[in-house]
Nanobody, 120 residues
Framework: VQLQASGGGLVQAGGSLRLSCAAS????????MRWYRQAPGKPRVLVAS???????NYADSVKGRFGISRDNAKNTVYLQMNSLKPEDTAVYHC???????????????WGQGTQVTVSS
């Protein structure tokens, strides 16, 4: 299973970006899908998550500005980022709990990360 993230880039403060992350491979089911971010010199932190039922959770720092959604038919998770701030600058990583055909368990799969840079 592979997760491919895209949509990062350079944007001015106050702008918007939409990240996408598509999972591919022999996927039977995906439970929770998440976006993390890691700024230079800082630990990776959870930004938002969405479960298979569409229930969402957000870090306090992005509540009201970011929206996570998913398309189960496409095995894809999105992160709509609005009102971006310079402190949102980071590499954004997607993560998903994936069950493959033939497996009875879920395992954690990671994407390669996409850079988001917000200029002031």
């Amino acid at each position: 299973v592979q997760l491919q993230a895209s949509g990062g880039g350079l944007v001015q403060a106050g702008g918007s970006l939409r990240l996408s992350c598509a999972a591919s491979g022999t996927i039977r089911s995906i439970n929770v899908m998440r976006w993390y971010r890691q700024a230079p010199g800082k630990p990776r932190v959870l930004v938002a998550s969405i479960d298979s039922g569409g229930n969402t959770n957000y870090a306090d720092s992005v509540k009201g500005r970011f929206g996570i959604s998913r398309d189960n038919a496409k095995n894809t998770v999105y992160l709509q980022m609005n009102s971006l701030k310079p402190e949102d600058t980071a590499v954004y990583h997607c993560n998903a709990d994936v069950q493959r055909y033939g497996d009875s368990f879920y395992y954690s799969s990671w994407g390669q990360g996409t850079q988001v840079t917000v200029s002031s």
